[in-house]
């Protein structure tokens, strides 16, 4: 079993900076991409960014020159730096990482339980 832990949630005024982190525990064989997403209140859980096993990176245009995602693969962590935040960035942050629990296991994806980010105006 997989399990992702998200931290580094808080409230925040609009301008400010916040790194999420994203833990990735269990009996892991691997993971290959790993991404963000949020959920504000009353809307759609929708997507951040994304980066693969090798480094690359993708970001929804909301949140494009202001977030930088990464991820330290020996420490199966994953990050997201968030500059300049506004207050429409409130919403809960999940992490989803794509692992494979054991060799011979299919790969699926996996969810976090959420951090909650708030930005004051």
């Known amino acids: 079993q997989v399990t992702l832990v998200e931290s580094g949630g808080g409230v925040v005024q609009a301008g400010g900076s916040l790194r999420l982190s994203c833990a990735a525990s269990?009996?892991?064989?691997?993971?290959?991409?790993m991404e963000w997403y949020r959920q504000a209140p009353g809307r759609q859980r929708e997507y951040v960014a994304r980066?693969?096993?090798?480094?690359?990176?993708n970001y929804a245009d909301s949140v494009k020159g202001r977030f930088t995602i990464s991820r330290d693969n020996a420490k199966m962590t994953l990050y997201l730096q968030m500059n300049s935040l506004k207050p429409e960035d409130t919403a809960v942050y999940y992490c989803?990482?794509?692992?494979?629990?054991?060799?011979?296991?299919?790969?699926?994806?996996?969810w976090g339980q959420g951090t909650q980010v708030t930005v004051s105006s």
């Open positions: 989803k990482a794509n692992a494979q629990p054991m060799e011979v296991l299919p790969w699926r994806d996996y």
């Open positions: 269990g009996s892991i064989f691997r993971i290959n991409g």
């Open positions: 980066c693969t096993s090798g480094g690359g990176t």
